[in-house]
């Protein structure tokens, strides 16, 4: 014989159909979102894997002020690798942003095409595809290069006439393609940036005619190399390239040198998907935790009503196994139909969101969608093993009890032994609603829970906006300068084996940079790395040597001074008399510095110092300095000496960075938060009515009107639900800015001071209020409907 | 010798407020008897019916069901032996709300080899009409009916009823100590009920009287009254 309670399963289900819809849909739309992140990063980070052999991406690049010359390149091949050439120009558009051409590349590096073609002929270009999207380019869009200084480019929609201002002495360019680069999965302008601007900077390919049309002088002189023996790990790899630049920089004037496990345009995307991923499953994971505390109150619950029945039943004969069986079934079933229609919803219409979101942040090549094993393991079986566990636990420990007190419905485990007494001098209705608030402890523990679980989300999703937003205006008003230009020093000037080409250069560079604007003031700067010690993203620490009488670095400098900027010691957690270890770019060279202040300046991991104290440490000639603070734009100075500008443009890239690559999972959190948010305090203050059922029957045949009933009842919740509020915002503030600063230190290089907008506490405050006045206004109503025999009938 | 208690007692709480509820507790019950357990609030009937099916255990002596002892039963044992010789009756009918009475009987029929025909309970019953609806469609006679319906459908060998005449008023309760009576009768299970009610020891075979925990006294009728004949 089936067993007859099954029959009940259907019953329940519709019985109470809202709230396993509510619930159902919270869970496909979680499983399938994760199953589809995961099961978009997993193809795409196989897709980025298989780049590299696919696209025979390079093993390093580097820039040589002039082109090599035959013997050079055999000189240099010599060492064990093979060198090919990947020259580029650069051509700006006039709403500053920037275009980086190559020439098609046929051997290395190679380009796949997402849209249209590879240019063929001269007036042809194929841009890359994220650069196109965030500009509203699209294939047939034509671009006309404006002549002149920086070589601008201006942009036009294919079905608009061209602007025929600029193209009477411009060249216009056909899209006939949409590509991504290979060595440009993410759009680093300079391997020194912090962080990528993909709507501001992006690459593209010409033709081999179109790109021989370019002046000479344009043209900058990168180039590719393999290794002909592949390293076999990370240290040979270092000492490989180590070896490299110093063998080609004795022989020619390197302007960049970057082997490719430190070239971020290949890199950071790799190890970015990874890390989203594992944030989404955590994400998941407190989604399902919070689903199976919803599903173990609502199992509470019917217990809690169904506890005599129970009890009956136990009496009669059935096991305790028996009855678990038969409530967790409901749980279980949602949880499976949920899982599978979670995962089709996944493979389908959220693998295709999520895809969209990496192709938003990354410049990756195409994608085969990939069955990922590890995907279903961590969005359903796990999830399904989190919810029978976490049912069984409390089922086990809820029918455990002899059918005795089930009957009795003595749930409580232990009864309390004395009444708590009260103050008469309290108002006979606050007594009233102490008692409830005492009864019902165990119900308004469990909102509290609730609440703070909800917070937590509803807390991630709304502080992570204002926070950038915040950033980009702290970063403008802490910038040291309006403008500062770091010149570019060949990488070859500095080695110190060579010190009559360090004397030659810098003999040659004196002239070019000097400038005769008045507000310019020298510093020299120096780069010099983290050592990623504590786990966090190795950065890359600016080191200014100023004047001691500054205009623009307010503070004293003596010999020993060294200030380090508060984003620095924010990040680290450094104060005054900590020693900061420093690394060498490219070598095994070791530099500590002990800390005498903290400089206000939240733009960047900075360190200041004399610049006497400075060169002598690097070992530079004390008048030696590598760049200028100004208030005013330098505009006498060579752009090709100018290696970076810092100013308001360059300092908000990153917050902008990781609006783009964010922003999408941030409203996704922040709608889903809400909705978890609202759910979980409209279940948890209905089983707080329905327990009372009863008492608020006897309220009404006593003769207590409806709305001191709902005054009764209702206010405590909401006293409760205030409270929980308030509790929770401290301990969230805490646990999330914890949470944050782990993020970020894994995230980005750099630093952002994590700020907490108090507005949003004041909104999170408000929606949770109003979330309440409606639910107290559908109480109100289920109050009513509270029939007056229901303390009268038998207890079913 | 279907079942015997020796020597059961029983007390709750400590110290101070600790209560004897039950003080050497001894009798024997033949099988197919109907027993009746007597005595007013908190003589420490209920609790002695509820060491009998196994819900409550006892601080000391021994309870033996055909001829195997209950305090050697761990909880499976205890859970095995309810489901297979026990049928239990409240006062709260304890009824699944989103069964129908038919379900309701059928989740008694579950728990056993050997269930009784259904049907035929239900029309013993008198439920037919009623078998499709649920418990709050039903009068409390009515709901009262289908948990005897529950407890019998299994065949068990002692049916326990706590009270079950206790909500109902004069004439249902006559109807269902009717029905009990019947299904002793006609399925030959031995019945221990719980009442309060003076009158019903005249339907019984087998009285026991209790007062604070003691048997004041207990003995067989030699004549019985069938319960239509009961007044009170």
Wanted: hydrophobic share 40%.
């Amino acid at each position: 014989m089936r067993n007859p309670l099954n029959r009940r399963l259907l019953r329940e289900l519709t019985g109470d159909i809202g709230k396993y819809i509510v619930i159902f849909v919270l869970m496909v739309l979680s499983i399938g979102f994760v199953s589809g992140f995961l099961v978009a990063g997993e193809s795409m980070s196989t897709a980025y894997d298989e780049s590299f052999e696919k696209y025979n991406i390079e093993d390093g690049n580097f820039r040589t002020e002039e082109k090599l010359t035959k013997s050079e390149r055999k000189h240099i091949e010599k060492k064990g690798v093979t060198i090919y050439d990947n020259f580029y120009v650069e051509k700006s558009f006039d709403n500053n942003t920037k275009l980086r051409i190559f020439a098609n590349r046929e051997e290395i590096d190679k380009v796949c095409v997402m849209e249209g073609r590879l240019p063929e002929n001269i007036g042809e270009i194929a841009i890359d595809r994220m650069y196109a999207d965030n500009n509203g380019l699209t294939v047939n869009d034509t671009l006309t290069l404006k002549p002149g200084p920086g070589d601008n480019l201006t942009a036009s929609a294919g079905n608009k006439a061209i602007d025929n201002t600029l193209s009477s002495d411009g060249k216009t360019y056909k899209i006939v393609g949409l590509v991504a680069l290979s060595d440009y999965s993410a759009l680093f302008y300079s391997n020194n940036d912090m962080m990528f601007d993909s709507s501001a900077f992006g690459v593209a390919v010409v033709s081999k005619s179109q790109f021989d049309e370019y002046d000479e002088g344009a043209i900058h002189y990168n180039y590719g190399w393999l290794y002909d023996e592949k390293p076999e790990n990370d240290i040979e790899e270092k000492d490989l390239s180590d070896d490299l630049m110093e063998r080609i920089s004795k022989k020619v004037t390197l302007e960049n040198f970057i082997p490719r496990y430190l070239n971020q345009s290949i890199t950071f995307t790799g190890e970015d998907i990874g890390k989203d991923r594992a944030m989404m499953t955590v994400l998941l994971y407190i989604m399902i935790i919070i689903i199976a505390f919803v599903f173990g109150i609502t199992i509470n619950n019917t217990i809690h009503r169904e506890s005599n029945v129970i009890g009956t039943l136990r009496a009669s004969g059935y096991t305790i196994n028996e009855l678990i069986r038969h409530y967790m079934a409901m749980p279980l079933i949602v949880t499976l139909i949920a899982a599978l229609i979670g995962n089709i919803m996944g493979y389908t219409y959220f693998k295709n969101v999520c895809v969209a979101m990496y192709y938003g942040s990354y410049s990756l090549p195409t994608y085969v969608t990939l069955w990922n094993a590890d995907a279903f393991l961590k969005t359903t079986i796990i999830p399904i093993i989190i919810m029978l566990v976490i049912t069984y636990c409390i089922l086990r420990s809820k029918l455990a009890l002899s059918p005795l007190k089930l009957i009795r419905r003595d749930l409580s485990g232990k009864r309390q032994k004395r009444a708590i007494i009260l103050n008469k001098a309290i108002r006979f209705f606050d007594r009233f609603r102490i008692r409830i608030l005492i009864q019902n402890k165990s119900s308004y523990i469990t909102l509290f829970v609730g609440l703070f679980f909800a917070n937590v989300l509803l807390f991630f999703g709304m502080m992570l906006p204002p926070l950038l937003t915040h950033f980009q205006g702290v970063v403008t008003d802490s910038m040291l300068a309006e403008h500062i230009y770091l010149l570019q020093i060949p990488v070859g000037a500095i080695d110190d084996d060579n010190q009559i080409n360090v004397a030659f250069s810098y003999v040659f560079l004196q002239n070019k940079i000097l400038t005769n604007n008045p507000d310019a003031e020298k510093f020299s700067a120096y780069s010099l790395k983290t050592t990623g010690a504590d786990g966090s993203r190795v950065d890359e620490v600016t080191i200014y040597g100023v004047r001691d009488d500054s205009r623009y670095i307010h503070a004293d400098f003596d010999e020993k001074t060294v200030l380090i900027s508060s984003a620095y010691a924010d990040k680290y957690g450094y104060k005054a008399g900590d020693v900061i270890t420093l690394k060498e770019p490219y070598e095994d060279k070791y530099y500590g510095f002990k800390v005498t202040g903290i400089y206000p300046y939240d733009g960047g991991i900075t360190v200041f110092m004399s610049k006497k104290h400075l060169n002598s440490t690097v070992g530079m000639d004390e008048d030696f300095f590598s760049g200028y603070f100004s208030s005013s734009e330098i505009t006498d100075i060579d752009s090709k000496y100018i290696g970076t500008v810092v100013d308001k443009e360059s300092l908000t890239r990153v917050s902008r960075q990781l609006m783009i690559s964010m922003g999408n999972i941030m409203y996704m959190v922040d709608g889903f938060s809400v909705i978890l948010f609202i759910v979980l305090i409209y279940l948890l203050s209905k089983l707080i009515i329905e327990r009372n059922a009863q008492s608020i029957s006897m309220a009404k045949i006593l003769g207590y009107s409806q709305k001191e009933i709902a005054a009764l009842y209702i206010i405590p919740t909401a006293i409760v639900v205030v409270a929980s509020l308030l509790i929770s915002y401290p301990i969230i503030t805490y646990v999330m800015v914890w949470i944050f600063r782990v993020m970020l230190k894994q995230m980005m290089s750099g630093w952002m001071i994590i700020w907490l907008d108090p507005k949003v506490y004041a909104e999170m405050f408000l929606m949770a209020i109003a979330t309440y006045a409606v639910v107290a206004a559908l109480e109100y109503r289920k109050i009513r409907h509270i029939p007056m025999n229901e303390a009268l009938k038998n207890v079913e | 010798m279907q079942l015997e208690l020796q020597n059961i007692k029983k007390s709750y709480g400590e110290g101070g407020s600790r209560v004897e509820v039950l003080k050497d507790i001894s009798l024997s019950v033949e099988k197919g008897e109907f027993v009746v357990l007597l005595g007013p609030s908190g003589s420490g009937k209920s609790t002695l019916l509820n060491i009998i099916g196994g819900i409550d255990t006892a601080d000391s002596g021994k309870i033996i069901i055909r001829e195997k002892s209950m305090s050697d039963m761990d909880e499976k044992a205890l859970t095995a032996y309810r489901r297979e010789h026990l049928g239990y009756i409240f006062q709260m009918y304890n009824l699944i709300p989103n069964l129908t009475v038919r379900e309701n009987i059928e989740v008694g029929a579950y728990l056993s080899k050997n269930p009784l025909n259904i049907d035929e309970i239900i029309e013993t019953l008198g439920l037919t009409e009623h078998q499709n609806k649920e418990p709050s469609q039903l009068s409390g006679g009515q709901q009262q009916r289908c948990a005897i319906g529950r407890a019998i459908v299994k065949n068990p060998d002692i049916l326990l009823c706590d009270e079950p005449t206790g909500a109902l008023d004069y004439n249902t309760s006559k109807e269902i100590l009717s029905l009990i009576e019947e299904v002793n009768r006609k399925y030959g299970n031995t019945v221990i009920m719980v009442t309060h009610n003076d009158a019903i020891k005249n339907m019984a075979d087998f009285v026991v009287k209790l007062r604070d925990g003691v048997i004041r006294k207990s003995y067989r009728n030699e004549t019985k009254q069938t319960a239509a004949e009961l007044d009170w």
